[in-house]
């Protein structure tokens, strides 16, 4: 029988990391080597497994960053871009490979992953949900395949809390209906629409926001045609699609070499 891989989870007490602790105790494949949480945080020194609500894993969160990665064949990073930083410079004196989760970054910040990336092998991607990233490959294909006779619209929903609209990954979304229609998304895009706006241009990929209650996160692609619509959707109930997905991309990347993969390459959706 194969060991099971040894998984260190980074920012282990947010809304992702207990996700990720929850969902390493109870994989057969993995075991949680290290949950990392920033010096001062409430959560250093308990049981991560009881943290979840889980019985005892042995393994405390803990703030020691270098000795956590050291000890684990691969980890997941959901913190903070300065903190996937921190753990970048760890993972790559270490050799470790890193799945990265974290959003945000600034353009200065994407080009030190990439370098990283060099020596490790990481895989970065905005939403790990497996369902979004398939939807993302059909939306392509629908798209190239419709062509400029059907409308594209994107609506999404999200809970009262989300700050920013429309949310990344309904911009992926139009990401990926403009590469279908060999369109550029900058310059096609149309965030909302009020008062006098005119008859809709053939060419325009439309965003529409919604916001409320606890939707953890719901997004339609809408291809509008004459007699027909083409509807492609997808619907988060809760965070352990994210979560499932960054631990098959961290199965995944043991092994590989390093390199910039995204879950596109994950799933083997790149063809
Ligand atoms: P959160 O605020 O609940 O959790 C972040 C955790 O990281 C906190 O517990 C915080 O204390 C910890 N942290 C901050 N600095 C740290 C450090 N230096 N060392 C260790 N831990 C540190 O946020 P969240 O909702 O869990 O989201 C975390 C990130 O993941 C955000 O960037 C979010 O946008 C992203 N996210 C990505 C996906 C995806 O599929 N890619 C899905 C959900 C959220």
Same mark, same amino acid.
């Given at each position: 029988m194969t060991q099971p891989l040894s998984v260190a989870i980074l920012g282990a007490s947010g809304r992702m990391g207990r996700a990720l602790v929850d969902a390493t105790l109870r994989n057969d494949r993995l075991t *949680?080597?290290?949950?990392?949480?920033?010096?001062?945080?409430?959560?250093?020194?308990?049981?991560?497994?009881?943290m979840v609500g889980q019985s005892a894993s042995g393994v405390p969160v803990s703030d020691q960053l270098s000795e956590v990665i050291r000890a684990a064949a691969v980890v997941v990073d959901f913190t903070a871009p300065g903190a996937t930083l921190a753990a970048l410079e760890a993972c790559?004196?270490?050799?470790?490979?890193?799945?990265?989760?974290?959003?945000g970054f600034t353009p200065e910040q994407k080009l030190l992953i990439a370098q990283a990336a060099q020596s490790i092998p990481l895989c970065i991607a905005a939403n790990y949900a497996i369902g979004v990233n398939v939807a993302l490959k059909l939306v392509e294909l629908a798209a190239r395949t419709l062509g400029s006779d059907y409308d594209v619209e994107i609506v999404e929903a999200h809970h009262r809390h989300?700050?920013?609209?429309?949310?990344?990954?309904? *911009?992926?979304?139009? +990401?990926?209906a403009a590469a279908g229609l060999d369109r550029d998304l900058l310059s096609?895009?149309?965030?909302?629409? +009020?008062?006098?706006?005119?008859?809709r241009?053939?060419?325009?990929?439309?965003?529409?926001?919604?916001?409320?209650?606890?939707?953890?996160?719901d997004h339609t692609v809408l291809f509008?045609?004459?007699?027909?619509?083409?509807?492609?959707?997808?619907?988060?109930?809760?965070?352990?699609?994210?979560?499932?997905?960054?631990?098959?991309?961290?199965?995944?990347?043991?092994?590989?070499?390093?390199?910039?993969?995204?879950?596109?390459?994950?799933l083997s959706l790149n063809d």
């Open positions: *949680l080597s290290g949950a990392v949480e920033r010096s001062g945080n409430p959560s250093i020194g308990i049981d991560a497994g009881v790559t004196a270490a050799g470790t490979p890193i799945v990265i989760g974290t959003t989300k700050v920013d609209a429309p949310s990344g990954t309904a *911009l992926a979304f139009g +990401e990926a096609n895009a149309v965030y909302g629409r +009020e008062g006098q706006t005119g008859a241009k053939r060419e325009t990929i439309g965003f529409a926001t919604v916001r409320g209650g606890d939707v953890v996160g509008l045609g004459d007699g027909e619509r083409l509807e492609i959707a997808h619907r988060a109930t809760n965070r352990a699609n994210f979560a499932n997905g960054a631990l098959r991309a961290a199965a995944w990347l043991v092994g590989k070499p390093a390199g910039l993969y995204s879950m596109r390459d994950v």
